[in-house]
Nanobody, 124 residues
């Protein structure tokens, strides 16, 4: 069983930064690709970024490219989402999700395991 726990969310002013963490509770985290998704009130959940098992490959959504960076520390079984230059439209509940496939995907249905989410609120 894989468990994911997000942390690091909070309230920040526009232009500020936050770093989200996703702790992956599993014997070998390198067996899983991990993605970040977000869902704003009244909107569908959307892809933000994903990283391969080794961390050598990443995909970042166009809407956050150049501002958000995904990385992982497999020794700590943790995946990070560094968010800079935050905008009010980045306000959402942010989820991390894990998948055993070697393929990276932007698709929600591709991921087998999900965390409970951490709230990010960006004030203008």
């Amino acid at each position: 069983q894989v468990q994911l726990v997000e942390s690091g969310g909070g309230l920040v002013q526009a232009g500020g930064s936050l770093r989200l963490s996703c702790a992956v509770s599993v014997r070998t985290s390198t067996n899983y690709a991990v993605g970040w998704f977000r869902q704003a009130p009244g909107k569908e959940r959307e892809f933000v970024a994903t990283i391969s098992r080794s961390g050598s490959r990443t995909i970042v959504a166009d809407s956050v490219k150049g501002r958000f960076t995904i990385s992982r520390d497999n020794a700590k079984n943790t995946v990070y989402l560094q968010m800079n230059s935050l905008k009010p439209e980045d306000t959402a509940l942010y989820y991390c999700a894990a998948d055993e496939s070697v393929l990276l995907s932007r698709t929600i249905g591709h991921y087998d395991y999900w965390g409970q989410g951490t709230q990010v609120t960006v004030s203008s």
